[in-house]
Each structure stands twice: as C-alpha cells, then as structure tokens.
C-alpha cells in the first residue's frame, strides 16, 4: 500500500512539474512575439534573432550588448519595465498571469526577477543591466527546472503557427 501511495505522489510530482514548463514554454513564446517589433530598435541582425531560440539553452551565452537592447524593448513592449528602467512588477505578475495556469509560477518567477534585479541595479548601461538580469532569471529557472527544452519551444511554436 505505500508503495502505491508513493507512486502516486511521484506521479503528481511529475504532471507538477510538466504543467510547469508548460506554462514556460507559454511565457516565452509569448514574450518572443515581441521580438520582430524590437529588431530594429536594438540593431539586431537575423543571426542574432535566430539565437533567441536558443535562449534556454546551456551553450546560449548572453554577451551581446544588443540582446540586452532587445530584451529592454520586449520588456517595454509589454510595459514590464518602468520609466527608469525598473522591473514593473505588478505588470510582470500579471504578464505571467495572462498564461494559462501562469498563476501557479507566478510568485516565484517574479521573486527570481527581483532578485536578479537587485543584484544588478547598479549596472549604469541599461541594456547591460537587462542582459545581466536575463542570464540571473534564465540561471534560476534553470535552477528550479523550470527552463523549456528547445523541443517544447519548437513543438508549441508550430501548434500555434497551425491555429
């Protein structure tokens, strides 16, 4: 009998934490339709776009001035940001709430953006700041298992060009 019962907590640990990436893949393919809209803006070439993709994955290095450009803007885009270049972070919780089942990874997604916002804050580059705060959120989820594998993001990304 227990072995029974903890199969089934192991199971709902699983489905757990599957729903959670779900919502994942959800949140960056979401925030990615930002992307076209920020190209030029941020002076990113195609090359450059492409590697967003690319974004959750361990060889991904985030270096480039100009992806820190581009996030501020994706961020801007969604009013994720404030005038002084902040972390709105009623916007960003209710950014992720729009996902579905977003609520669920909400508290602590935005307890990781604050964290890597803080420990950033004093970067006077904008976009630096930005691109610094992105690797910290990406080293979290990764941390907690909630970064999508590129299979999750191409699947969800050709559903959604189906529909």
Do not use: Y
Request: charged share 25%.
């Amino acid at each position: 009998m227990a072995g029974a019962a903890m199969l089934v907590v192991v199971g709902l640990l699983l489905a757990r934490a599957r729903a959670d990436l779900g919502v994942m893949t959800d949140i960056t393919l979401g925030f990615g339709q930002a992307l076209d809209h920020c190209r030029e803006e941020s002076g990113l070439t195609q090359e450059k776009m492409e590697e967003f993709f690319h974004f959750w994955s361990e060889d991904f290095k985030l270096e480039a001035r100009e992806l820190g450009c581009a996030l501020r803007c994706m961020s801007a885009h969604f009013n994720l940001i404030t005038d002084v270049n902040s972390m709105h972070h009623a916007n960003a919780e209710k950014f992720v709430k729009s996902f579905p089942n977003g609520e669920v990874l909400a508290e602590q997604l935005i307890g990781f953006l604050h964290e890597c916002e803080r420990q950033h804050h004093a970067e006077a580059d904008a976009c630096f700041r930005v691109l610094h705060m992105a690797a910290c959120f990406r080293n979290a989820c990764r941390g907690a298992r909630l970064a999508p594998t590129m299979e999750m993001l191409l699947a969800e990304f050709i559903m959604q060009a189906e529909t």
